[in-house]
């Protein structure tokens, strides 16, 4: 499985941005999928989750400002983030865990600022 991180980018306080994290050679199936963020020096955070069962579970800091989600091929999964702020500028990685084999994406970047 090789998961593809798109999206990042410069925005300004207050507005959005979608990540996209697309998986080739395998679909997203019933394993565990969710973003994370990191900054240089400090430990790799869980941002959003969907986990096989179905749950989604925001870290607090998220909470009501982003969404994530899967297309209906389930090869895809997005991060939709509004009202963005500075503290959420990092590099976003996408995860994947099926049966205890976990995946990352190379990340993208996120800077937020004006």
């Known amino acids: 499985v090789t998961l593809v991180e798109s999206g990042g980018g410069l925005v300004q306080p207050g507005g959005s941005l979608t990540l996209s994290c697309e998986a080739s050679?395998?679909?997203?199936?019933?394993?565990?999928m969710a973003w994370f963020r990191q900054n240089p020096g400090k430990q790799r955070e869980l941002v959003a989750k969907?986990?096989?069962?179905?749950?989604?579970i925001y870290a607090d800091a998220v909470k009501g400002r982003f969404t994530i989600s899967t297309n209906g091929a389930h090869d895809t999964m997005y991060l939709q983030m509004n009202r963005l702020m500075r503290q959420d500028t990092a590099v976003y990685f996408c995860?994947?865990?099926?049966?205890?084999?976990?995946?990352w994406g190379r990340g993208t970047q996120v800077t937020v600022s004006s």
């Open positions: 995860y994947y865990n099926l049966v205890g084999m976990t995946y």
């Open positions: 050679g395998n679909v997203f199936g019933d394993g565990t």
């Open positions: 969907i986990r096989a069962n179905g749950d989604i």
